[in-house]
């Protein structure tokens, strides 16, 4: 998915978050948003937003002087995340359909993403979704498949969300469930630590992607998660960063977001914030 | 009020939506945003929002080569705006207290300038808004005050809403009503033209304040309207722009606006979208 003008205002937005998060004061932030509008100067030298978002983020971490600046931010994500753990689990035990509330689990917990600390109902809300009908969602073309796969890769999206990821990994056994994460950390997307943090080493393989940007970008991948990403069975990206940096992979895969932009919700269809699951078949 | 890291964004959204209403193709698009990218990078420059909002609309005139790139849109509010001014005068009229509705009624006409094309049920809302409390209304003030009063000066702000203002101007005889509006197109601010078709004429003296910014900027102003807002006998200043551009001016004040971003609510203590009439003491 292109970079498109829209995409501008709204990077410069999140500029401005990771400048509140992050930044100890306010020359910090100033410095922050100075970088930010320097390199959305340059937006045409970038083909997708999480390659954009990549560059200012990177900046973010030099003017912090911090390698992880969310870092704490994250943790906490996952500390609450994990308290709502055992009551979304036993509804997906108790469910006729597994698999399906795994699902939603894996897409609601998105909503961790922005809400947790405005939000005190957020919680509620996670598990309220789970009684809701998905926007789109090819289950059917998931769960054939399941029958022959031997091996599946999930790929991550942000800490927090990972330990609903643990639902949806547990649902695809016996195949074997490969769960990649970011090489390095940028902005509150999952790596090895946070994976670890959520749980996920007790149902999934943790493999890192080579990506150090909020979506994942074919260039930087490693070659053991290449050859996972061409030859897995199964592929289920989360989040929008991965489907922004892969909707056009030649591959079949399967996209588990919310739909968090009026641009992409407009690419699936479907009206903004809304969950989806969707599988996309080789498109050349 | 100062100009803040939070309105850079902002600003740059307003850029977009600028280029998506203006311009003739997306070379033009691209133009108008590299322009604001380019002003916005030099944000110190400019001491407060609506300052730089003029720079970058100065931009979109001459990218686009029309000297009103609005025009058109303001026309069609303005139409709007006169197909309900009949039974928003009706409800006045009919009211206990036609000063208060003519207040709430020239406060919801605000709601023209975002939203009269996303929702055709704007002029039920605009009406609906007559029935509900404002978050503050120094009402008691104005109507001490105009007891006395031989001149009142409305400085407006938007086409379409102007149609509501003479509500306004028509409850504050028998003082002499001065309506001002921008001497130059910016946006969708209301013109001598703007007012003319509002049918402001009949009720008010129209008047030019010398700014082309979103907002009044006191550095520009003719020494006609600063004879008119240093000695009026009540001082009504529109929208939020207005506010902006004036929230520290040595003189006593009515702001009457919808607060349409975060950090203005924040000053007023209330919340976003709110309607509000606050007299202002002199502050120096």
Chains 1, 2 share one sequence.
Not at 78 to 102: G, K
Not at 229 to 250: C, F, T
Request: net charge negative.
């Amino acid at each position: 998915m292109k970079l498109t003008l829209d995409c501008l205002p709204c990077l410069l937005r999140q500029s401005l978050e990771a400048a509140r998060l992050t930044a100890m004061d306010n020359h910090h932030e100033q410095a922050i948003m100075d970088a930010a509008l320097a390199l959305l100067s340059d937006y045409k030298r970038y083909t997708t937003s999480p390659q954009l978002a990549r560059a200012i983020h990177r900046q973010v971490k030099q003017i912090t002087g911090s390698a992880d600046p969310y870092r704490a931010i994250k943790h906490e994500h996952i500390r609450a995340a994990l308290e709502l753990y055992d009551q979304a689990r036993a509804r997906v035990l108790a469910s006729d359909n597994p698999l399906l509330i795994a699902i939603k689990a894996a897409a609601a917990g998105n909503l961790i993403d922005a809400a947790i600390y405005r939000d005190i109902e957020i919680g509620q809300a996670i598990l309220n979704r789970l009684d809701l009908p998905m926007a789109i969602c090819d289950l059917d073309e998931l769960s054939c498949r399941l029958r022959e796969a031997k091996t599946v890769l999930i790929i991550g999206d942000n800490a927090g969300e990972s330990v609903f990821d643990r639902l949806l990994a547990e649902q695809l056994k016996p195949a074997t469930v490969y769960y990649a994460v970011k090489s390095q950390p940028i902005i509150n997307d999952a790596t090895l630590e946070d994976a670890r943090l959520s749980g996920l080493e007790s149902c999934a393989r943790l493999v890192e992607s080579g990506c150090d940007s909020p979506g994942t970008i074919l260039e930087d991948i490693t070659p053991a998660f290449a050859d996972l990403l061409w030859h897995a069975d199964i592929v289920i990206s989360k989040g929008q960063g991965n489907y922004e940096g892969m909707s056009d992979i030649p591959r079949d895969i399967f996209f588990l977001l919310k739909a968090k932009c009026p641009l992409v919700a407009g690419h699936f269809g479907v009206p903004l914030g809304s969950d989806i699951f969707r599988y996309q078949a080789q498109s050349s």
